[in-house]
């Protein structure tokens, strides 16, 4: 018999899944509770850390960046006094918290502005040696943290200058909420800054302090298992199939008071792609981001339940294995037997014929064939005495009753059972986070068109009345290089002439450069074309102009855990979203345009951002919009940052019981799919092609061969009946001769008596 094939292995391989169908179901729809904080919060906090992870990397990088490329413009011209370079680089940038200028001969302060910079941690005669211009982490008297920027200043024939920029590890634009806080972390695990926990002297009651001294423990402790965390490779790190961010990233509990459960998300400072370092990364940062979070520890299923699903799986199971058993497989092996007696003369003992399909019609027409192997008259099909009453179901039949048997339990426990609807609570911590992250995400938006518009600040500085094209063209063509945020950089006249240009050729109107906002976009074509413009001093009407890549845009928003993300303006059109989209079509959800409208209005003195949790027919959908606010030049865009997805997507107690529920009905389905399909395949449809054959045989059919399909029981029915053909192939020749003999001697005796 073949391995894989014959009437038993399907039966028995869908009585093992069946089994272990039940035990998986009792054990996982019995499993899922409240005991802990929800899957969803952890992974949101997981990803409010990779947030300002991101967002502090990109600042850090940002500020080494400009420092470096101003220090290279400022050399590339002609001398200019330290107090003048300080004096137009504070005025293009405001992030610095203090700037200074030191002769590296002498070590002598040239200029300094802001607070005061620790200098004497500066070694200058390590400069010129491999890293020694690398930004570096200095503690301040009072316990905080800096981080030192150099550049060179270098000028033909004069002493080479360094220029000193000094930051603090501070996140720029993370919305914190109400009561989280967040912290930067060295290797050691030390917190660096911290954000969202107030000092003890500034809280009001002893209540309050002692809150405040829980939640510094707390977060010190998660610092130290962050760092200890933050080791490892950022592979190995990840679940399988988990992606989006580049570094390592996770989450953490903390301890339980009052109620509330400390949970943490962590975070590395990652490169913008993989396997690429930042200056930022090399600094070997972590990002920790804390919240208490009320917990439920309601149960999200029972015990009972699972155990009521599996044992309901395992009747109809019984009865599917009994139906297929009983009247498959016996009267399969039944007809194997009579067939091999058969070929082995043993024609005594009449036929037992199966009550039932193709089974019966088998055995009907073995018993023919032995009364012709006897030689006997055949008394037909329905001459045969069976001994009982026969039934008309077939083996198709009886097999697409057992799929309906188990498709009475897999359809709806898969449709119908456990099913979230409106019972499902979503954490309001969720909600909260998708509002927070909307808004971080919003003033990332921000920030960086500002900062893009204070690259061009800096390079119309550089210029005057005096400066040639070509210089103009050096300038645009360096800052292309070092940011990518443009597509096109060029000068304009008053005139619209374009004196310089660099990257692509310009694709708005050339107006009046002068006159238009600091930042503007222009629209009506495929895409949407977004200028920021700068005036170059002593020239009037001539401006720098760059146009920036709507990717650039687009690939902000790539951010994971926030599902839909649109920015639009104020018509609610498109400019930019995180998957495929028109430019300036509109969001086509009234409830989207009306959350939009609502979080522009401002509250107090500015909007603020605005999250909420739609409910409808027993779907649950979590959105927030957040409006540009806050200074630059980017202020007066109107723009708002709109982002929505599907609860049922997030790893929420009653959807996670939902999926386990379906997959359940999933795998149900597909083992009796699997293997009654198997039994069809391989014994149905041959038992059916081989009842023809057999009935043909025994009405008369002696030409046709009868092969089998496979080595198996249908098989060793088919080589029997193929053996009785050539029985009764055999005893017809006998026969023939016999009547040929008797025909020949009768006339020569009648001679002979004559």
Not at 494 to 505: E, I, M, P, R, S
Not at 530 to 538: H, N, P, Q, R, S
Request: charged letters at 20%; aromatic letters at 4%; hydrophobic letters at 40%.
């Amino acid at each position: 018999m073949s391995l894989l094939g014959g009437i038993r292995p399907p039966i028995a391989v869908l009585s093992v899944l069946l089994l272990l169908l039940a035990g998986i179901t009792a054990l996982s729809l019995g499993s899922v509770r409240k005991d802990t904080l929800p899957e969803a919060v952890l992974t949101s906090q997981q990803h409010f850390a990779e947030d300002g992870a991101i967002a502090l990397r990109a600042s850090l990088d940002e500020s080494v960046t400009d420092l470096n490329r101003a220090a290279t413009l400022f050399s590339s011209g002609d001398p200019v006094a330290p107090d003048a370079v300080l004096d137009k680089i504070s005025n293009v940038y405001q992030k610095w918290r203090g700037t200074a200028i030191v002769e590296i001969s002498s070590g002598r302060l040239l200029a300094a502005r802001g607070e005061n910079l620790p200098l004497t941690a500066i070694d200058r005669s390590k400069l010129s040696e491999e890293g020694g211009l690398s930004p570096r982490m200095v503690r301040l008297a009072n316990g905080e943290t800096r981080l030192l920027t150099f550049a060179l200043l270098s000028w033909p024939g004069k002493p080479q200058q360094l220029l000193v920029s000094s930051s603090s590890l501070r996140f720029p634009g993370i919305s914190l909420g109400g009561f989280r806080a967040i912290a930067v972390v060295d290797s050691e695990g030390s917190v660096l800054s911290s954000d969202g926990i107030p000092e003890p002297e500034q809280v009001l009651t002893d209540l309050q302090r002692a809150d405040v001294k829980r939640d510094t423990k707390q977060l010190k402790s998660f610092a130290k298992a962050a760092a200890k965390k933050a080791e490892k490779h950022p592979l190995s790190a990840k679940n399988p199939g988990s992606g989006g961010f580049l570094g390592v990233s996770g989450s953490l509990l903390g301890g339980e008071f009052g109620g509330d459960r400390a949970a943490a998300g962590y975070a590395t400072l990652a490169g913008p792609e993989a396997g690429v370092g930042t200056t930022a990364t090399s600094l070997g940062l972590t990002v920790v981001a804390m919240v208490n979070i009320a917990e439920d520890t309601r149960s999200a299923s029972s015990a009972f339940a699972g155990l009521t699903a599996a044992g309901a799986l395992l009747i109809i199971g019984a009865l599917v294995i009994l139906l297929l058993i009983g009247t498959v497989q016996r009267p399969l092996l039944a007809l194997f037997l009579e067939s091999r007696r058969l070929t082995r003369g043993d024609l005594h003992r009449p036929v037992t014929v199966p009550r039932t399909g193709e089974g019966s019609r088998i055995g009907l027409a073995l018993e023919r064939l032995r009364h012709q192997l006897l030689g006997r008259p055949d008394p037909g099909p329905d001459g045969v005495e069976t001994g009982r009453k026969r039934r008309k179901a077939g083996v198709r039949t009886l097999v697409g009753l057992a799929l309906l048997l188990l498709l009475g339990w897999c359809l709806p426990l898969g449709l119908m059972v456990n099913r979230a609807g409106e019972e499902a609570v979503i954490p309001q911590q969720i909600v909260n986070d998708q509002r927070d992250r909307t808004d971080t995400l919003n003033d990332r938006i921000r920030r960086a068109l500002n900062e893009g518009h204070a690259d061009l600040l800096s390079v119309a500085s550089l210029m005057n009345d005096g400066t040639t094209p070509a210089h103009m063209g050096t300038v645009l063509d360096r800052t292309l290089e070092q940011h990518q945020r443009y597509q096109s950089l060029y000068v304009v006249d008053a005139n619209g002439t374009v004196l310089a240009q660099a990257g692509k050729d310009p694709q708005a109107p050339l107006g009046k450069a002068a006159g238009r906002n600091p930042i503007t976009m222009v629209g009506g074509g495929k895409e949407p074309i977004l200028l920021g413009t700068a005036e170059i001093a002593g020239r009037p009407g001539t401006a720098v102009v760059g146009e920036f890549r709507i990717d650039f845009l687009n690939g902000l928003l790539k951010r994971p855990g926030l599902g839909q993300i649109r920015v639009v303006d104020g018509e609610h059109r498109v400019i930019a979203s995180n998957s495929g989209y028109r430019a300036f079509e509109k969001l086509d959800d009234k409830r989207l345009e009306a959350l939009a409208d609502g979080a522009a209005l401002k509250v107090g003195m500015a909007a603020r951002p605005a999250g909420v949790l739609y409910r409808d027919n027993g779907t649950h959908t979590i959105a927030a919009a957040a409006p540009f606010v806050g200074g630059g030049a980017a202020k007066d865009m109107g723009w708002t940052v709109v982002s929505w997805q599907p609860a049922k997507g997030l790893g929420i107690p009653e959807y996670s019981l939902q999926n386990r529920t379906v997959l359940a009905g999933l795998l149900g389905l597909t083992a009796a799919v699997a293997c009654l399909g198997w039994l069809h395949l391989i014994v149905v449809r041959p038992l059916r092609e081989l009842a023809q054959r057999a009935e043909a045989l025994a009405d008369g059919d002696r030409r046709t061969v009868l092969y089998p399909r496979h080595h198996d029981e249908v098989g060793a029915v088919t080589r029997s009946l193929e053996v009785i053909r050539q029985q009764l192939q055999e005893l017809r020749k006998r026969e023939a001769a016999g009547t040929t003999t008797a025909g020949t001697t009768a006339p020569t005796h009648q001679a002979g008596r004559n």
